[in-house]
């Protein structure tokens, strides 16, 4: 009976909650969100050994059976009492001290970040302090906590604004109330919140088994970007791919000033950007155009393994950048020996090429400048400006294959084309002027 923690919610109900996410989110999905969050928050609340109650809204028999199922039977559950959002929290900390604990703490649950040593660290702080808050980035409090309930702790008219943490100990300084402050999170209210969260949780180590980075990960939006230029011959074959993934994902094809019948053989439930000639210069706009968490920029001439968006989403759970293996359909042995090395690249150089699919954290593409607005290797300079950043690749398991149409046929031709692309890369290093690399790089379209 010396510490308990009161977790005060609101029962998730689809179009209920979280509806700020929406529609990035669908209602449905901002449900399980907080779901998501309720169950880690409680994980963590379970490591601190302290008493755990749950006051939530709406009141009924049928919303405490629902919470009940997300955060267990086995704990004191008491419906919010108040008119207030101040109301009710002071009456939540009146219900549980008039149980006899010494000390007690509530909870939001917009912070699936919360980690035990930060509720511990709360606890500590009480001893000296007679109360506790955790800060928001937002100038709000996820946590607050004490040895006795203060009314003016809860004395605001409104909350919900950029001063309330402000605004609050201003009044308990005047009470001579002291206060002290345990960790900083970042509530998650917005799209926006979900996508630096994202970047975050790959590097939170104690974290990266919660339900919440799996969900998040899971429901990642795709926008699959492709450049364009004179694709008559294979344009159709990109589009019978794409064809079960258009409902799932965004996709934007960006042209370059085709001028055979590319464009009146796209189909008109596509986005088209016209406009753009370069391949960077495409691909930029396009990923300016997009509103995916996740940027796929993908070659018209590849063709896509089974369930890439799920694939994807995979290996951008635990990296902010990432890439196909490759794979071409010859069996020609220079065509083999270029899909290990180009592989290999990846692994051990930290190099990925555009046809091997690059995909992008939509943060990190922007932070980076986008591609450089080069007329070659646009991709290997954008891999290299993510190396030095010390941004670790991942690679999927799975192959793209991507034709095999710049190579001539024969052996020794296949050889001598290998052997100039290797050339010009070396060239590029050491400072050779672009326009000059880029001529010797003739179009093939």
């Given at each position: 009976?010396?510490?308990?923690?009161?977790i005060?919610?609101?029962?998730?109900?689809?179009?209920?909650?979280?509806?700020?996410?929406m529609?990035?989110?669908?209602?449905?999905?901002?449900?399980?969100?907080?779901?998501?969050?309720?169950?880690?928050?409680?994980?963590e609340?379970?490591?601190?050994g302290?008493?755990?109650?749950?006051?939530?809204?709406?009141?009924?028999e049928e919303n405490e059976?629902?919470?009940?199922?997300?955060?267990?039977?086995?704990?004191?559950?008491?419906?919010?009492?108040?008119?207030?959002l101040?109301?009710r929290m002071?009456?939540?900390?009146?219900t549980?001290?008039?149980?006899?604990y010494?000390?007690?703490?509530?909870?939001?649950?917009?912070?699936?970040?919360?980690?035990?040593?930060?509720?511990?660290?709360?606890f500590?702080?009480?001893?000296?302090?007679?109360?506790?808050?955790g800060?928001?980035?937002?100038g709000?409090?996820?946590?607050v906590?004490?040895?006795?309930?203060?009314?003016?702790?809860?004395g605001?008219?409104?909350y919900g604004h950029g001063?309330?943490?402000?605004e609050?100990?201003?009044?308990?300084?005047?009470?001579n109330?002291t206060?002290?402050?345990?960790?900083?999170?970042?509530?998650?209210?917005t799209?926006?919140?979900l996508?630096?969260?994202?970047g975050?949780?790959?590097?939170?180590?104690?974290l990266?088994?919660?339900?919440?980075?799996?969900y998040?990960?899971?429901?990642?939006?795709?926008?699959?970007?492709?450049?364009?230029?004179?694709e008559?011959?294979?344009?159709?074959?990109?589009?019978?791919?794409?064809?079960?993934?258009k409902?799932?994902?965004?996709i934007?094809?960006?042209?370059?000033g085709?001028?055979?019948?590319t464009?009146?053989?796209?189909?008109?439930?596509?986005?088209?950007i016209?406009?753009?000639?370069?391949?960077?210069?495409?691909?930029?706009a396009?990923?300016?155009?997009?509103?995916?968490?996740?940027?796929?920029?993908?070659?018209?001439?590849?063709?896509?393994?089974?369930?890439?968006?799920?694939t994807?989403?995979?290996?951008?759970?635990?990296?902010?950048?990432?890439?196909?293996?490759?794979?071409?359909?010859?069996?020609?042995?220079?065509?083999?020996?270029?899909?290990?090395?180009?592989?290999?690249?990846?692994?051990d150089?930290?190099v990925?090429?555009?046809?091997?699919?690059?995909?992008?954290?939509?943060?990190?593409?922007?932070?980076v400048g986008?591609?450089?607005?080069?007329?070659?290797?646009?991709?290997?300079?954008?891999?290299?400006?993510?190396?030095?950043?010390?941004?670790?690749?991942?690679?999927?398991?799975?192959?793209?294959?991507?034709?095999?149409?710049?190579?001539p046929?024969?052996?020794?031709p296949?050889?001598?084309v290998?052997?100039?692309?290797?050339?010009?890369r070396?060239?590029?290093?050491d400072?050779?002027?672009?326009?000059?690399?880029?001529?010797?790089?003739?179009d093939?379209?």
């Amino acid at each position: 009976m010396e510490q308990a923690i009161v977790i005060f919610t609101r029962v998730p109900e689809a179009g209920k909650t979280k509806t700020r996410m929406m529609p990035h989110l669908t209602a449905g999905q901002c449900k399980k969100l907080h779901t998501y969050f309720l169950k880690d928050i409680r994980k963590e609340c379970e490591k601190t050994g302290a008493d755990i109650f749950v006051c939530y809204t709406p009141n009924g028999e049928e919303n405490e059976t629902e919470i009940k199922a997300i955060l267990g039977k086995e704990k004191g559950y008491f419906p919010q009492k108040g008119e207030t959002l101040g109301e009710r929290m002071y009456c939540a900390m009146e219900t549980v001290f008039s149980k006899g604990y010494r000390k007690c703490i509530l909870i939001g649950t917009d912070v699936p970040e919360l980690q035990v040593d930060y509720l511990w660290r709360a606890f500590q702080v009480l001893e000296k302090k007679d109360v506790v808050f955790g800060k928001t980035m937002d100038g709000g409090y996820y946590l607050v906590g004490m040895k006795k309930p203060y009314k003016e702790v809860f004395g605001l008219s409104e909350y919900g604004h950029g001063s309330v943490l402000e605004e609050t100990v201003h009044v308990l300084h005047k009470a001579n109330i002291t206060v002290g402050y345990t960790n900083i999170l970042e509530d998650m209210d917005t799209p926006e919140d979900l996508q630096r969260y994202r970047g975050r949780m790959r590097n939170i180590s104690p974290l990266q088994e919660s339900e919440t980075k799996k969900y998040v990960a899971k429901i990642a939006k795709i926008s699959i970007i492709i450049p364009i230029y004179n694709e008559e011959n294979i344009i159709e074959k990109m589009q019978e791919q794409l064809e079960t993934l258009k409902e799932k994902c965004e996709i934007i094809f960006v042209d370059g000033g085709s001028k055979d019948r590319t464009l009146e053989l796209i189909k008109p439930e596509y986005k088209v950007i016209k406009g753009y000639k370069g391949r960077a210069k495409q691909m930029n706009a396009g990923a300016k155009e997009s509103h995916g968490d996740i940027l796929f920029f993908l070659h018209c001439d590849s063709e896509l393994p089974e369930n890439p968006l799920a694939t994807i989403r995979r290996v951008m759970r635990d990296h902010a950048a990432g890439c196909f293996g490759i794979a071409f359909h010859s069996w020609n042995f220079f065509m083999w020996t270029c899909r290990v090395i180009s592989n290999h690249r990846v692994k051990d150089r930290k190099v990925m090429f555009g046809d091997q699919g690059i995909f992008v954290d939509r943060n990190l593409f922007f932070e980076v400048g986008m591609f450089p607005e080069i007329p070659i290797m646009e991709d290997y300079q954008f891999s290299l400006i993510l190396k030095e950043m010390g941004v670790k690749l991942g690679m999927a398991r799975s192959r793209i294959y991507t034709s095999d149409r710049r190579f001539p046929k024969g052996t020794i031709p296949k050889l001598k084309v290998m052997w100039k692309m290797n050339r010009l890369r070396k060239m590029y290093r050491d400072g050779v002027d672009i326009e000059t690399i880029s001529k010797m790089y003739k179009d093939i379209r």
